[in-house]
């Protein structure tokens, strides 16, 4: 099955959220290429953009198997986003998605992100500018609300409509909650319901079994992946599959899921450099050697990665404990 963003189509299995700081394009990569459906850039800042800052690229560029692919801006002025999504499409998305739902405070304390769930006339007027300047359909993703005592979700998902979005995220959670308790699927089920538009719902789908409630009790037309498939991109494969034909595949091997974290580092520093690359693996490391035999100790040694060869040996020693340990 599939599901259309405007005159974008997509298989209807799991995407991969636009994870600031983590998704990027090796990440991403990896997990397009065991199964995401979807994935979007990570989030980026509609002055910065404009201002042509010399990060934008690493942040914008889509790699040649991202297609459907979206990228995603941030920013509190309507005229600055219009221009920063015109300016984006020398990157070639299909998609541009206004964020509309960062917690973070540097983001929400300048008037971007869920910040503007508070200003729905100012969120309206971005989404019409952005909407206006690119040829490609325009997504927003958004929170529950602000807080408890202002849950404006299915009030701003009609807005969000009628001001020109061709689909809306929803992460179940207020910005006050950031990334806890558990979400509610409830107001996903809401907004499913209150728009006409594509739906994608986001919190808490870490398992082939909460992704198949998440469709079962909400309804929605895609489901999206955050932080359940750090350490664990063969999430997306187990979806895919379960969804193909029912089968319902066992985990992978230590030595496969370790796989995927050198594959994915080697790709990072093939765009970035190793220096940086290698900071960056750090806490991609300590997410995918999660539950290992001796992962303390292991963990304790992703600080100090530097080369490629320092991670080599990390993955070396961990196998060989989990090998000791059997």
């Known amino acids: 099955m599939t599901i259309k963003i405007g005159t974008v189509e997509i298989q209807r299995t799991a995407a991969l959220a636009p994870l600031a700081g983590v998704a990027d394009r090796a990440f991403r990569e990896v997990c397009r290429s065991l199964g995401a459906c979807y994935t979007v850039g990570e989030m980026t800042s509609s002055k910065g953009l404009t201002y042509q800052n010399k990060k934008t690229a690493d942040l914008l560029t889509l790699g040649e198997g991202e297609h459907p692919g979206g990228i995603q801006l941030f920013g509190d002025d309507p005229l600055t986003m219009a221009r920063a999504a015109e300016l984006s499409m020398v990157y070639q998305p299909d998609i541009i998605d206004i964020n509309m739902g960062c917690p973070a405070p540097k983001v929400a304390g300048n008037g971007g992100g869920s910040a503007l769930m508070k200003d729905p006339e100012r969120a309206s007027r971005i989404i019409k500018e952005v909407a206006r300047a690119v040829p490609v359909p325009v997504t927003v993703k958004f929170r529950k609300g602000w807080d408890e005592q202002s849950v404006n979700a299915v009030e701003f998902a009609k807005m969000a409509e009628q001001s020109g979005a061709a689909a809306l995220t929803i992460h179940g959670r207020t910005r006050k909650q950031m990334y806890a308790p558990s979400a509610d699927w409830q107001i996903i089920k809401a907004v499913k319901e209150a728009v006409s538009i594509p739906v994608i719902g986001n919190g808490d ?22 932080r359940g498939a750090l350490g664990n991109p063969y999430l997306f494969t187990q979806i895919h599959r379960y969804f193909a034909d029912g089968v319902l595949l066992p985990d992978p091997p230590l030595s496969q899921r370790l796989g995927y974290l050198l594959e994915q580092t080697r790709l990072a520093a093939g765009y970035k450099g190793e220096c940086v690359a290698l900071k960056e693996a750090r806490k991609h490391a300590a997410w995918y050697l999660k539950g290992v035999r001796g992962a303390a100790r292991l963990r304790g040694r992703t600080g100090t990665l530097k080369t490629l060869t320092d991670l080599e040996m990390l993955i070396a020693d961990a196998l060989e404990a989990e090998s000791a340990g059997t």
């Open 205 to 226: 789908v870490d398992s082939v079994q909460s992704a198949a409630r998440m469709y079962e009790q909400t309804g929605v037309d895609l489901i999206m992946i955050g």
